[in-house]
């Protein structure tokens, strides 16, 4: 029966969009929460909200569903870090929890691809849950199960500075990290190569954006099934070390997997002028409310935020929809229309001039258009590619 389904899937997705505005599935796999997601009214994503992704924005930009991010941020390789690490985790699935509870008639999880496009042609959004930064496994093979069961359908090996898994495209150097793809640049670690066998074993994409150049390898070598990209750009386009680099981004194709373009400024256009006006920024808003430190999920939502950052838009402009097909056209062209996806990285620091929220969803696909993809590419992009990976990840899982 799950075959018959699977296909069913793939050949509407491969049947395009050819007689309609929207594609058949829009899957943005890389939409961030705060830790106070639905604890707070202003998190309660069923009401509008300040967050760039809540429910009416992705009912009114045609977003039919999100990989929702349990990201913890990186600490100490210790028992204290790790404990902290695993309780930062759970606010974040709890919070997720809550969403799914509250409004079950709009929203509903996602754990395999069938259930996704069943909850799309049942008029629902979907939620698909997505760990970034392993780290919050704490050292704990068992986790990974655990997370699983919660619904997680996605690893994300590491984030910024290295972790107990693998080195990081950004490691901090500034604390005695090697820097990326210098010789002591070591790769995944044996705890890491566990995780990705295991993964391998329940059905859960292995995600390596944020790895190392080391790490992605290694984890080609390691995987038995496909791998994803969560969110990266592609190197040869900006040279940042978060995007890859093309002979990685034919790798990780060649393994059948795939790479989701994201929407992310600083990986789309080199601009430290606005970079250094955003800083400057963020020290004036924490220093106003009383901190003496920026935090992300207590100053991004104020009015002064706001405010300021409309004026730095106005002055450095945030890169722009063809901005961002550039690398989509590029990442095309390198691994093949079958192995590129959309992320936004929205509330993570994602969002560019068009598609500033899942509200402007539908100028993505118009775009797309515009650059001269067809229907049937757009319905790759848009998540026929994640789903066929995903699809061959379950089917991996079930020889082991």
Not at 98 to 105: A, S
Not at 335 to 360: L, M, P, R, Y
């Amino acid at each position: 029966m799950k075959t018959i389904a699977r296909l069913a899937i793939l050949a509407t997705l491969a049947a395009g969009a050819a007689q309609a505005q929207d594609p058949p599935i829009t899957i943005d796999s890389h939409v961030d929460i705060p830790f106070d997601y639905m604890g707070e009214p202003r998190f309660d994503v069923g009401q509008p909200t300040p967050l760039l992704v809540d429910l009416g924005k992705m009912e009114r930009g045609g977003l039919n569903a999100a990989f929702f991010v349990v990201w913890v941020p990186q600490h100490q390789l210790d028992d204290a870090g790790y404990a902290k690490a695993v309780k930062q985790a759970s606010q974040k699935y709890d919070g997720i929890g809550r969403m799914l509870m509250m409004y079950p008639d709009r929203i509903r999880l996602a754990t395999t691809p069938e259930q996704l496009m069943a909850n799309h042609h049942a008029g629902l959004l979907s939620a698909t849950i997505e760990i970034e930064n392993a780290y919050s496994l704490g050292h704990d093979i068992h986790r990974l199960d655990a997370a699983f069961d919660r619904g997680a359908r996605s690893v994300g090996l590491v984030h910024v500075g290295n972790n107990d898994l693998c080195t990081s495209s950004q490691p901090d150097t500034e604390h005695g990290e090697p820097a990326m793809n210098s010789a002591a640049d070591t790769g995944m670690s044996d705890f890491g190569r566990a995780v990705v066998k295991r993964a391998n074993q329940l059905g859960m994409m292995v995600d390596v954006s944020h790895a190392s150049d080391a790490c992605v390898h290694d984890t080609l070598k390691v995987s038995t099934a496909p791998i994803i990209a969560s969110h990266s750009g592609a190197r040869a386009v900006l040279d940042h070390p978060r995007n890859l680099p093309d002979d990685l981004l034919r790798a990780i194709a060649a393994k059948g997997g795939v790479i989701q373009a994201v929407a992310y400024k600083e990986f789309l256009k080199h601009d430290p002028a606005r970079e250094a006006a955003e800083e400057k920024l963020q020290q004036a808003v924490a220093k106003a409310a009383g901190d003496t430190k920026y935090d992300s999920d207590k100053h991004d939502y104020l009015p002064a935020m706001a405010a300021g950052m409309a004026k730095i838009q106005q002055q450095h402009p945030l890169p722009t929809l063809d901005d961002y097909l550039e690398q989509i056209r590029h990442m095309v062209q390198v691994a093949g229309i079958d192995h590129v996806g959309i992320a936004s990285d929205f509330d993570g620091g994602g969002g560019i001039t068009g598609w500033a929220d899942a509200s402007e969803t539908r100028n993505l696909t118009a775009a797309m258009r515009r650059h001269g993809f067809s229907d049937a590419d757009i319905a790759k992009l848009w998540g026929g590619n994640l789903l066929r990976v995903w699809g061959e990840v379950e089917r991996d899982a079930v020889k082991h």
